[in-house]
Structure formats: C-alpha cells, structure tokens
C-alpha cells in the first residue's frame, strides 16, 4: 500500500509519505473495530472521530483518514480511493509526510484505513 501510494504522489511531484507506526497501529485497530461492531463510518458508534481517537491512543500530527469496505487487494482499494474526490485528496496532498495502513479481513469485508500525519 505505502507503494502505491507513493507511486500515486511521484505523478503530482509530491515527496513521498512514509511508514509511521502509531499510524498504522491506530488505523488496524479502527478496521477492526467496525469488523467487530459492523459500522462503516469515520465517527464510530460512541461518536469519536479519527482525532478523538488518535489522542486516546496517544498518536499525534492525523491529518486525514480514508476508509473502505469489501476491496479484495490494495490495488483494488487504491484504484477506489483513486476514483473519489475526497479520498484522492487525501493521498494527493504533498503537505502529508507520514502514513499507517490497517485492513482487517472478516465476513463483510475487509475492512481498509489510511490516516495521514504530518
């Protein structure tokens, strides 16, 4: 995933993002939470956001977050992300500088996250 969306960012002159482990913790525990609890949604049921959830968990700089359901591979999920203003926004914005991928593979899904970070 980071692959492709660094490949992505090289088009419009954009550094690369980089692995950021924080990130990546939060963004495969929130695929997992709306496995487990079958919502689909950047505010989970108890009405916490991507930042609400990142200061909990002590991750600090979440820029932005993308989430996605059913895409079988990252380059499915990609080319999805690719095909949706907001999300291509996200991926595309050069001000980023690091990046966390979680999927989470269940019935339903799976379940794909990117969050951002400065």
Same mark, same amino acid.
């Given at each position: 995933?980071?692959?492709?969306? %660094?490949?992505?960012?090289?088009?419009?002159?954009?550094?690369?993002?980089?692995?950021?482990?924080?990130?990546?913790?939060?963004?495969?525990?929130?695929?997992?939470?709306?496995?487990?609890?079958?919502?689909?949604?950047?505010?989970?049921?108890?009405?916490?956001?991507?930042?609400?959830?990142?200061?909990?968990?002590?991750?600090?700089?979440?820029?932005?977050?993308?989430?996605?359901?059913?895409?079988?591979?990252?380059?499915?999920?990609?080319?999805?992300?690719? %095909?949706?203003?907001?999300?291509?926004? %996200?991926?595309?914005?050069?001000?980023?500088?690091?990046?966390?991928?979680?999927?989470?593979?269940?019935?339903?899904?799976?379940?794909?996250?990117? %969050?951002?970070?400065?």
């Amino acid at each position: 995933m980071l692959a492709l969306v %660094n490949a992505e960012r090289a088009k419009v002159g954009c550094v690369p993002v980089r692995a950021s482990r924080g990130l990546s913790a939060l963004a495969g525990a929130y695929s997992e939470d709306m496995a487990e609890r079958g919502f689909f949604s950047h505010t989970d049921p108890d009405g916490a956001s991507p930042w609400d959830r990142a200061a909990k968990a002590g991750v600090e700089g979440l820029a932005a977050e993308n989430i996605a359901r059913g895409q079988a591979d990252a380059r499915a999920v990609m080319e999805s992300w690719m %095909n949706s203003d907001g999300h291509r926004a %996200n991926i595309l914005n050069c001000d980023y500088t690091r990046l966390g991928v979680g999927v989470h593979f269940a019935d339903g899904g799976p379940w794909w996250t990117q %969050n951002f970070g400065f």
